[in-house]
């Protein structure tokens, strides 16, 4: 089953899109953008980026997360944190597989 791209509106105005596995499961969630064109912009660089392996791995507090960058060094979406370096791997792997040709799934604002 494909992925998906869902774009949903915050409650304090901004829009986001969570990158969803073919089982539905988030597995990279972008930053908030004040416009919904931005957002999808963002969906574009991340199916770009995602043929591409992740630019950055940062640990915090002993768990290990990813994020993916845009060329120009900007953070285009996050994943949950990882107990592991395994666990964020997964995840690479899980975006290189979902994101090319992930479907869009405009949620109703």
């Known amino acids: 089953m494909a ?3 869902e774009i ?3 409650a304090h105005g901004e829009f986001r899109f969570n990158l969803k596995a073919g089982n539905w499961q988030v597995i990279l969630t972008s930053e908030g953008y004040s416009t919904k064109s931005s957002d999808t912009g963002g969906i574009g660089a991340q199916e770009q980026q995602g043929r ?3 630019r ?3 640990r915090q507090q002993r768990q290990v997360f990813l994020n993916l960058t ?3 060094g900007q953070v285009i979406g996050c994943s949950r944190m990882n107990a592991d370096e395994g666990g964020r ?3 690479i792997a899980s975006v290189k597989a ?3 040709d ?3 799934d405009d949620q109703p604002t």
């Open 3 to 5: 992925g998906k791209f």
């Open 8 to 10: 949903s509106k915050r």
């Open 52 to 54: 591409r392996p992740p």
């Open 56 to 58: 950055t791995q940062d």
């Open 70 to 72: 845009a060329t120009n």
């Open 89 to 91: 791997d997964n995840g």
């Open 98 to 100: 979902n994101a090319p």
């Open 102 to 104: 992930a479907t869009v």
